[in-house]
Protein backbone atom coordinates (compact mmCIF):
# COMPACT_ATOMS: atom_id res chain seq x y z
CA UNK A 1 0.00 0.00 0.00
CA UNK A 2 1.38 3.59 -0.81
CA UNK A 3 1.24 5.27 2.18
CA UNK A 4 2.37 8.63 0.77
CA UNK A 5 -0.62 8.56 -1.33
CA UNK A 6 -3.37 7.76 1.27
CA UNK A 7 -1.95 10.53 3.37
CA UNK A 8 -2.43 13.15 0.74
CA UNK A 9 -5.53 12.25 0.04
CA UNK A 10 -6.51 12.30 3.99
CA UNK A 11 -4.76 16.24 4.28
CA UNK A 12 -6.64 16.87 0.89
CA UNK A 13 -10.08 16.03 2.31
CA UNK A 14 -8.96 17.71 5.71
CA UNK A 15 -8.63 20.78 3.70
CA UNK A 16 -11.61 20.79 1.54
CA UNK A 17 -13.93 19.95 5.09
CA UNK A 18 -12.04 22.85 6.57
CA UNK A 19 -12.42 24.98 3.48
CA UNK A 20 -16.41 24.00 3.66
CA UNK A 21 -16.94 24.86 7.50
CA UNK A 22 -14.47 28.31 7.02
CA UNK A 23 -16.84 29.19 4.42
CA UNK A 24 -20.28 28.47 6.42
CA UNK A 25 -18.70 29.95 9.59
CA UNK A 26 -17.40 32.81 8.29
CA UNK A 27 -20.20 33.88 5.26
CA UNK A 28 -22.91 31.38 5.83
CA UNK A 29 -22.53 29.68 2.72
CA UNK A 30 -22.53 26.42 1.43
CA UNK A 31 -19.64 25.62 -0.49
CA UNK A 32 -20.90 24.08 -3.30
CA UNK A 33 -18.93 24.83 -6.69
CA UNK A 34 -21.72 24.51 -9.27
CA UNK A 35 -23.58 27.22 -6.86
CA UNK A 36 -20.53 29.39 -6.74
CA UNK A 37 -19.92 29.49 -10.51
CA UNK A 38 -23.57 29.47 -12.20
CA UNK A 39 -24.66 32.22 -9.99
CA UNK A 40 -21.12 34.31 -10.40
CA UNK A 41 -21.53 33.50 -14.29
CA UNK A 42 -25.63 33.58 -14.42
CA UNK A 43 -26.53 36.25 -11.99
CA UNK A 44 -23.63 38.34 -11.37
CA UNK A 45 -24.03 39.53 -7.79
CA UNK A 46 -22.97 42.77 -6.47
CA UNK A 47 -21.70 42.62 -3.32
CA UNK A 48 -21.34 38.91 -3.86
CA UNK A 49 -18.85 38.31 -6.45
CA UNK A 50 -15.62 39.11 -4.31
CA UNK A 51 -15.45 35.95 -2.38
CA UNK A 52 -17.02 33.84 -5.41
CA UNK A 53 -13.85 35.17 -7.55
CA UNK A 54 -11.55 34.60 -4.30
CA UNK A 55 -12.86 31.15 -3.82
CA UNK A 56 -12.47 29.78 -7.31
CA UNK A 57 -8.48 31.13 -7.37
CA UNK A 58 -7.79 29.40 -4.43
CA UNK A 59 -9.50 26.00 -6.29
CA UNK A 60 -7.02 26.77 -9.33
CA UNK A 61 -3.97 28.21 -7.81
CA UNK A 62 -3.91 25.03 -5.50
CA UNK A 63 -2.03 22.69 -7.76
CA UNK A 64 -0.20 25.92 -9.38
CA UNK A 65 1.55 26.34 -5.62
CA UNK A 66 1.80 23.01 -5.13
CA UNK A 67 4.11 22.19 -8.89
CA UNK A 68 6.20 25.63 -7.87
CA UNK A 69 7.00 24.25 -4.57
CA UNK A 70 8.43 20.71 -6.55
CA UNK A 71 5.51 18.63 -5.33
CA UNK A 72 3.81 16.76 -8.74
CA UNK A 73 0.59 16.27 -9.16
CA UNK A 74 0.21 12.39 -9.07
CA UNK A 75 -0.04 10.16 -12.05
CA UNK A 76 -1.95 12.43 -14.81
CA UNK A 77 0.14 12.62 -17.62
CA UNK A 78 2.04 10.15 -19.60
CA UNK A 79 4.66 11.86 -21.22
CA UNK A 80 7.52 13.66 -18.81
CA UNK A 81 7.32 17.49 -18.44
CA UNK A 82 3.72 17.85 -19.15
CA UNK A 83 0.97 18.40 -16.47
CA UNK A 84 -2.40 16.72 -17.98
CA UNK A 85 -2.74 13.90 -20.36
CA UNK A 86 -5.15 13.65 -23.05
CA UNK A 87 -8.66 13.15 -22.49
CA UNK A 88 -8.46 8.93 -22.47
CA UNK A 89 -11.69 9.07 -24.60
CA UNK A 90 -10.87 11.93 -26.62
CA UNK A 91 -11.72 15.66 -26.59
CA UNK A 92 -15.14 15.71 -28.11
CA UNK A 93 -16.18 12.75 -25.25
CA UNK A 94 -14.78 14.61 -22.46
CA UNK A 95 -16.79 18.04 -23.85
CA UNK A 96 -19.75 16.20 -23.83
CA UNK A 97 -18.81 14.61 -20.15
CA UNK A 98 -18.52 17.88 -19.35
CA UNK A 99 -21.49 19.12 -21.01
CA UNK A 100 -23.80 16.36 -19.16
CA UNK A 101 -21.92 16.82 -15.46
CA UNK A 102 -23.14 20.35 -16.17
CA UNK A 103 -26.38 19.64 -17.26
CA UNK A 104 -26.72 16.90 -14.05
CA UNK A 105 -25.85 19.53 -11.49
CA UNK A 106 -28.26 21.94 -12.49
CA UNK A 107 -31.03 19.32 -12.41
CA UNK A 108 -29.74 18.10 -9.25
CA UNK A 109 -29.82 21.07 -7.54
CA UNK A 110 -25.88 21.19 -6.71
CA UNK A 111 -22.40 19.15 -7.48
CA UNK A 112 -21.03 16.69 -4.87
CA UNK A 113 -19.26 19.74 -3.03
CA UNK A 114 -21.97 21.26 -2.43
CA UNK A 115 -24.13 17.75 -1.28
CA UNK A 116 -21.34 15.43 -0.87
CA UNK A 117 -19.24 17.50 1.02
CA UNK A 118 -21.52 20.16 2.98
CA UNK A 119 -25.12 18.28 2.78
CA UNK A 120 -23.97 15.05 4.08
CA UNK A 121 -22.33 16.91 7.01
CA UNK A 122 -25.67 19.01 7.93
CA UNK A 123 -27.28 15.65 7.41
CA UNK A 124 -29.43 16.96 4.59
CA UNK A 125 -31.70 14.03 3.28
CA UNK A 126 -31.56 15.90 0.10
CA UNK A 127 -28.30 16.24 0.19
CA UNK A 128 -27.98 12.25 0.91
CA UNK A 129 -30.47 11.49 -1.93
CA UNK A 130 -28.32 13.54 -4.30
CA UNK A 131 -25.12 12.16 -3.03
CA UNK A 132 -26.44 8.42 -3.52
CA UNK A 133 -27.03 9.37 -6.92
CA UNK A 134 -24.12 10.35 -8.09
CA UNK A 135 -22.48 7.53 -6.81
CA UNK A 136 -24.80 4.51 -8.63
CA UNK A 137 -24.52 7.31 -12.18
CA UNK A 138 -20.55 6.74 -11.73
CA UNK A 139 -20.73 2.88 -10.99
CA UNK A 140 -22.82 2.36 -13.75
CA UNK A 141 -20.79 4.49 -16.39
CA UNK A 142 -17.77 3.06 -15.86
CA UNK A 143 -19.35 -0.19 -16.02
CA UNK A 144 -20.70 0.38 -19.49
CA UNK A 145 -17.30 2.36 -20.39
CA UNK A 146 -15.31 -0.94 -19.21
CA UNK A 147 -17.72 -3.76 -19.90
CA UNK A 148 -20.00 -2.87 -22.53
CA UNK A 149 -17.90 -0.68 -24.55
CA UNK A 150 -14.57 -2.17 -24.13
CA UNK A 151 -12.74 1.12 -22.54
CA UNK A 152 -10.66 1.65 -20.30
CA UNK A 153 -12.17 4.34 -17.45
Known sequence: MDWTAS?????????IGLSAVWLMG?????AGISGIVGTLITQRPKGDSAWRLAFLAGLVSGPLVVMALGGGLGNVADAPGAVIGEPAGGIPLMLLAGLLVGLGTGIGSGCTSGH???GLARLAPRSMAATAMFLVAAIVT???VRHVLGGSA
Open 7 to 15: LQGLVGGVL
Open 26 to 30: SLGRI
Open 116 to 118: GVC
Open 142 to 144: VYV
